[in-house]
């Protein structure tokens, strides 16, 4: 696992082989900042539209906001592959 400070910013993406602090999927795919460590779990702010949510996440499924552009990327070159 990536140490997380508040302040840092990361790229929410859901795994499902970890159940457990699983974000609502509507957040899959966003970015945002941390805030704050809540236990095991992070709370991160998230802008959606002109509201500004806080996603409590564990972080099996955040990964730092350069990494998850890679992760995208992968998955595009992957459909074109098909």
Known sequence: MHPYKPGDRVAI?????QQGGMPHRRFHGLTGTIIEKTGRAFAVKVK???AMKTVVSR???LRPEGEAAGIKKAH???REQK
Not at 13 to 17: E, M, Q, R, T
């Open 48 to 50: 959606i539209g002109d």
């Open 13 to 17: 993406v859901l795994d499902g082989a």
């Open 59 to 61: 972080p099996e499924h």
């Open 76 to 78: 595009s070159q992957h």
